[in-house]
Every structure is written in structure tokens, then in C-alpha cells.
């Protein structure tokens, strides 16, 4: 089973992108996804998820108003529509995956797949 994010880019402050995580394997309405960022000599953060058994969303404060996770079954496929974005959003971006959770989290713990990440530059 694979987990990919994609969709990653240059883009000025203001700006938007729409990430995809797709996934071979498996089915991904079947779990519930995390999305998360990395950015250089920061730890791992959690900013939003989407459940499994109920399509609930969940953000942080920093990109709540902002960011949205949506998915389209048809296309095996969770997004991450990032609007208004900032300088402080450069990071590179993962998605991971987990069956046993229905409710979603953000908390790395909490997955037991992850894609490799796609970078996201914010800048002028």
C-alpha cells in the first residue's frame, strides 16, 4: 500500500494550492486522514484531519479560516485547499492514514501510514 502527497509549489503570500493525497492499495474512504507539515528545524505538526466515519473536520488555529480537507471517494483521493496562505505555511507536506481510528486526530501517533511529502514555498 502507498500514500502519496502531491500538489506542492511556489506560490505568493495570498495565494492558494490544493494538495491531493492519493493513494494505491487501498481504499481511503475506509480511513481517516491527517494532514501534516514539516517545516526546516521545526518539529512535525498536525494541522487538520478528516474522520473516517463521519467526514468531521478538524484544524488548528493556525490554519482554520484558511484550509480546508474535503474527498472524493470516486477519485481515491483526500485534498488540502490551502487559501490566503503566508509566509509562515512554507513547509513540506504529508499526509498519513489509519484504519483503526475513526474518529480522526492530529497527532502523528495516531497514523500508521504516511505518504512522502510535497514541498510548499510561500513566497514573494
Known amino acids: 500500500v502507498q500514500l502519496q502527497a502531491s500538489g506542492g509549489g511556489l506560490v505568493q503570500p495570498g495565494g492558494s494550492l490544493r494538495l491531493s493525497c492519493t493513494a494505491s492499495?487501498?481504499?481511503?474512504?475506509?480511513?481517516?486522514i491527517g494532514w501534516f507539515r514539516q517545516a526546516p528545524g521545526n518539529e512535525r505538526e498536525g494541522i487538520g484531519c478528516?474522520?473516517?466515519?463521519?467526514?468531521?473536520?478538524y484544524y488548528v488555529d493556525s490554519v482554520m479560516g484558511r484550509f480546508t480537507i474535503s474527498r472524493d471517494n470516486e477519485k481515491n483521493t483526500v485534498y488540502l485547499q490551502m487559501n490566503r496562505l503566508k509566509f509562515e505555511d512554507t513547509a513540506v507536506y504529508y499526509c498519513?492514514?489509519?484504519?483503526?481510528?475513526?474518529?480522526?486526530?492530529?497527532?502523528?501517533?495516531?497514523?500508521?501510514?504516511w505518504g512522502q511529502g510535497t514541498q510548499v514555498t510561500v513566497s514573494s
Open positions: 498519513a492514514a489509519v484504519s483503526t481510528r475513526p474518529l480522526c486526530t492530529i497527532f502523528a501517533w495516531g497514523y500508521d501510514t
Open positions: 492499495g487501498f481504499s481511503l474512504n475506509a480511513y481517516s
Open positions: 478528516i474522520s473516517q466515519s463521519n467526514d468531521k473536520t
